[in-house]
């Protein structure tokens, strides 16, 4: 499922491929993927309407229009946002095609259908159930350690809550831990200050350097050029259950917290 970094690293090569272009036409295979506010019809609204710039809000895309509405698309599991030329081949399970005028197209492909790309009014508050962008300067180590006071929450699941930090998943909580040495299961609230200040910076390192490294390909994720990211390759515990931990040598151990696999180190995480 694509994170904060993997999102990121989606909405930068679309702002370098559809910022200035002209939406000539849209075409809705499968409507639920399409969402407008009531009495808006998705397609239509969007004919001519020209991109102003492409961004990110936690683990949604979003394209600003020129008129002031947006797209905000989620990917959940498997969903993927491409550009595409005329004559390339079109991705299995496209659901919703962005046809500009200059003949390219942006494809929301989703296997799985649990993605949507909605329409947003402007001034509309899509996101004020999201707690703040973990790269930004309204995220700091005093905020942080705010949020985790007096919380029963195993810290890993606190850090999986849009609610408190925005863009955080599976894999990003689970390597922030290892690097700040803390138990996932521990109560968030029984964290230390010096501990939370470590998982703070572990958080917005493991995030940056993810980004820079243009985002984990686990699973089947791709960027809007459809190229694979390089994380993966430096991941220390997710995924890699049995293999020794690079701190200590003890082999990573899993378990299931939150209805998620945690993979973490019993000796150094405390
Ligand atoms: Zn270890």
Redesign the pocket.
Known sequence: MPELPEVETIARGLARAVTGKTIESVEIRLPKMAVAPPGVDFARALAGERVAEVGRRAKYVLIRLESGRMLVTSLRMTGRLLVQRPGETEFPGTHVVLFYTDETRLSFADVRTFGRMRLVEPGEAWDKSLGPEPLSASFTPEGFIGMLSGRTTPIKAFLLDQQRIAGIGNIYACEALWAAGIKPGRPAGSITKPAARRLYHAVVDVLQRAIDMRGTSVDDYVDAEGLRGGFQNVLAVYGRLGQP?A??G?PIVRTVIAQRGTWW?R??QR
Do not use: A, H
């Open positions: 931990c701190r200590c003890s180190c000796r150094c």
